[in-house]
């Protein structure tokens, strides 16, 4: 059984930083990419970053600049350090995995106090 296990979320002051990370369990390979999507209330889901299994990322616009997607292949763990938080950073925060399929974790939240 696949499972993904978030941590680091939490309430912050804007300008603060947080680092997220997610540990991904189970029948998991191949991993062809992992990454980072957030939901704030009344919005859509959206993508935030992905780290792709030869290291390439990708950033959502909001997030280029001051969120970094790292990987640490040997303990099967997705991270992103968020600096320079903004109030409109606050939303719930989902890893997800792809292999053969998608996986999702159950979320993380972030709120940025202004």
């Known amino acids: 059984q696949v499972q993904l296990v978030e941590s680091g979320g939490g309430l912050v002051q804007a300008g603060a930083s947080l680092r997220l990370s997610c540990a991904a369990s189970?029948?998991?390979?191949?991993?062809?990419?992992m990454g980072w999507s957030r939901q704030a209330p009344g919005k859509q889901r959206e993508l935030v970053a992905v780290i792709a299994s030869g290291g390439m990322t990708n950033y959502a616009d909001s997030a280029k600049g001051r969120f970094t997607i790292s990987r640490d292949n040997a303990k099967n763990t997705v991270y992103l350090q968020m600096n320079s938080l903004k109030p409109e950073d606050t939303a719930v925060y989902y890893c997800?995995?792809?292999?053969?399929?998608?996986?999702w974790g159950q979320g993380t939240q972030v709120t940025v106090s202004s």
């Open positions: 997800y995995m792809i292999t053969t399929t998608e996986y």
């Open positions: 189970g029948s998991i390979f191949p991993i062809k990419a």
